[in-house]
């Protein structure tokens, strides 16, 4: 056969052992939060219908990979790979009419992006999503960014903030300032930047995209609004007396302070951040981001309300609020702040034949571990000296090893050998179970 | 936005929560099998480069999903759907040389391969892998079955047969009956039939591939040998005596039968089978499937070791062994043998408030509730009566609710309602936390 070179599609990765293990060790925390507040699983397939998932993401759309068409009539479907967590679940809503509402799901999936690969961002990458469809009520916000607060407090962050907004505000923002419906969106891109390049950012944005002077002042002074929550409410209540939408959207956001405090979530870390806007255009509500303070790599969790998108194929509104959680991101942060990770869990203990002679009672010790639980392996090869076997256990981070010699054996002893120290012990091999997990429990 | 049909491609499935909690339930008991034996878990992308998949599926080939070719010149790549594990782990292998060896890995994702879809057999399916790469020591392949008989013993089956055989020894049945090395894959082909039509099926294959008489005789009487491994052994010692292949084979089966002994594999599981012949043209050493009486659905597990296919990418040759663990029908088994799962885990109290006023000390005890680790959900509704509330609370299958009155709270009391058998008690609210914790105990 013709040698093929082995590598992997650009913007793709494998994940190595390592990898996948701290992964679900961030996973496992964040799974048991989203069912501990009553979120249950869902997985949808990787190919859809090009008609499914068109006409979703706007200009976006040219980064879906779609599948060639195949000849065989059965099988002559226009398909693509999924891009996002949202529409499939919107798809899932309209052909489940039997699910219990409020639905409450998480999902973890791959999404594929075919996207100008760079650091930190691939073309298959995991979405993390949680969502309540069904319910307009604002205590599902809430639920959503306590959540957020929890999940992220488990793998140890403390030091991010919760910033909040509400698009009626921004669209309350807009009227105050003589905007049109047209340019709502284009004044929103423009808040958008912030993030980057602050209120001076803002303004060159403004007015790089035709805003009027007097226009653009007016929105840089609400947004420049300083002061806690009750202090920007009672400001931005007065500019808004006439615009029923934003009173609304202050009312949302005051129950949603309220409640997060009834929920526990750390008030101080609460923002309500008038230069939040949130690029994608679906959402309704309350917006929401996590971000850290170290390192600066933007939101680690993005989302809010969107009553309109996810009743798009069953043909009724349908309301829905939901977040998802950035795992690239996460992991990044986590890396950067040295959270002590388990290492790489590998077995506990390697059973070690000196012999060829021993290999059965070899084979018989390694069934026994496992039977008591005890993570092990057997070294295949006998015939290797000692040296080689105690190498290929210390590569493998093994703790310990169990050793069978001849003439210990026919004592009916073993040697429990500690790889990270050196000690060793020689035991009789009635005991060899009980002194194992003396061993595994005083170290771990 | 025009209506656009909801539907899934075909061949596609989307797994809701009950069917995810049910896998999950059988799939946390594999991977706590396998990491105790010292298996790592590894994953690839979906997407691999189209040369890397194609020649190796013979003439499956054509299922494989191709990617359409993008015009952009940075990602003018010919791409193709993940076909198998196997191969994409011979590109990991090649492109990882400071793997320490043996590498042990399982790998658990979904596969993609446009079949004609029919009951039981889907487009995209998760495949279960375990592999040990890098060693030609029997006692490997000792070890996947070892793993394979505890996972399916881990979930409730008891009564299956782990059926094996070896290549060399059909090689030597060929040799023995005079078959060329050009028609040994035909033979093995016609063996295969054995499993649905039995050995006059095999006998007629043999016929309809224009095996001389002489040489069908031969092969149908070598495989029709019937008795124990030790009577197996002794005649077909006797068969092989010209042919060192035949003898390695069974010796092979000897030192296989004699350390699955030491290792606690039930001996009158283990059947040494003649007419396993295993489809794929890989497999150079033992071969193993696993069988259930009932129901009669074909094999659960297949594999063996295959020496020549992990080098493919690396040019040098790494002996292997692996199985996959077939998940689609041991859930099917799992059902039909009607094995106990876990009703679907929604969460185990619905805080219900009978009165606006009461929300906030709802979502207080929500939240309390939640710190305690007790998975819980709020009624977002407070308006909606408290039978709505209770409705749904049985349809999500919740088994208590804790009910706020406005005259049991201004006494200081809060409600415990049991919604499976309907007793309610009245307590305290200082000990809700410690009086659901009982119950919760006492029902579970």
Known sequence: MSKIKPRLARGMRDFLPQTILKRREILDKFVEIFERYGFLPLETPALEHIEILTGKYGEDERLIYRLEKRSEKESAEDLGLR??????????????????????????????????????????FYQCDIDIIGTDSIIADCEIIAVLNEALESIGFSKFTIQINHRKILKAIADFAGVGEEKYTSMCTAIDKFDKKGITGVEEELHKRLFVVEQTRKIIDIISIQGSFEEKYKILLESFQNSTEGIAGLNDLKTMFENLEYMNVPMERLQFSLVLARGLDYYTGPIFETVVEEPKIGALTGGGRYDDLIGVFSGQKIPATGSSLGLERILTVFDELGIESSALQTVDVIVINSTEELKKNSIEILAQLRKEKIKSE???????????????????????????????????????????????????????????????????
Not at 98 to 104: E, H, S, T
């Open 378 to 444: 057997v070294y295949y090869n006998s015939k290797k000296d000692l040296r080689t076997q105690l190498a290929y256990a210390s590569k493998k981070n093994i703790p310990l090893a169990l050793i069978l010699f001849p003439d210990e054996w026919k004592e009916g002893k073993v040697v429990i050998k500690d790889l990270v120290n050196r000690d060793q012990i020689i035991i009789p091999k009635e005991v060899y179970i009980t002194a194992i997990k003396k061993l595994l429990n005083n170290k771990f």
């Open 83 to 124: 891009y996002d967590l949202t529409v499939p679940l919107a798809r899932v809503i309209a052909m489940n009419q039997d699910l219990v509402f409020p639905f409450k799901r998480y999902q973890i999936q791959p999404v594929w992006r075919a996207d100008r690969p760079q650091k930190g961002r691939f073309r298959e």
